[in-house]
């Protein structure tokens, strides 16, 4: 049965600093790993979603990686700022199911002015 | 914006109440999805419909209801619920298979 970890839970780290967010997954025969953000009370937004075939992907000050054959995914986060506070959750979707997300629980994210 | 659109943003009802929830989107997706988010919980997964058709069902409650008349549209019809249903509901939306999940900025629904 396929689990998603995300390790640290909570993150409280200065403005301006690189940071990297952790998700693990114990199951490789995955179509795709997704990060998204949510901010309190709101819906999910989605980050980087990253192809099993592909190893990474970049979005501005975003980069996501995947090794599937370690189970891990990472989401860089390069000069961080305030607004970037949210909880970063991460999903894989399973190759044995069309529909399922396999959710992590969540990083929750605070940038110190 | 997300291409998926949740209306209403903020609901309150009472216990006898009947509403419902409506999600849209238009980014040609073929499956569309309720979860559930209450506080300090992880995300539940209510239903999906792939193609019109409910292809999951969690065990949730018949005072839950989906309906999904197109491709295009997806709603949660509610009834008699209670107050530990109050918790904020999220629409998504897919591709089978490799698609990436989109999702609406949800419903806070409050059970009084």
């Known amino acids: 049965k396929q689990e998603v970890t995300q390790i640290p839970a909570a993150l409280s780290v200065p403005e301006g600093e690189n940071l990297v967010l952790n998700c693990s997954f114990t199951?490789?025969?995955?179509?795709?790993l997704q990060w998204f953000r949510q901010d309190p009370g709101k819906g999910l937004t989605s980050l980087l979603l990253i192809q099993s075939s592909q190893r990474e992907q970049t979005s501005g000050r975003l980069n996501a990686s995947l090794d599937k054959s370690s189970g891990r995914s990472t989401l860089y986060i390069a000069a961080s700022q305030p607004g970037d506070s949210a909880t970063y959750l991460c999903?894989?979707?399973?190759?044995?199911?069309?529909?399922?997300?396999?959710w992590g629980a969540g990083t929750k994210l605070i940038i110190k002015p | 914006e997300t291409g998926v659109t949740q209306t209403p943003r903020h609901l309150v009802m009472g216990m006898t109440n009947k509403k419902s929830l409506k999600c849209e989107q238009h980014l040609g997706h073929n499956a569309m999805y309720w979860y559930k988010q209450s506080a300090k919980k992880p995300l539940e997964l209510m239903f999906v419909?792939?193609?019109?058709?409910?292809?999951e069902n969690n065990s949730v409650p018949s005072r839950f209801s989906p309906e999904c008349p197109n491709s295009s549209h997806l709603f949660l019809h509610l009834h008699t619920l209670q107050p530990e249903d109050s918790a904020l509901y999220l629409c998504a939306s897919s591709r089978q298979g490799p698609g990436g999940a989109f999702f609406g900025q949800g419903t806070r629904l409050t059970v009084v």
């Open positions: 419909y792939s193609l019109e058709e409910r292809v």
């Open positions: 199951d490789s025969a995955i179509y795709n």
């Open positions: 999903a894989v979707r399973p190759m044995d199911s069309n529909y399922q997300l396999i």
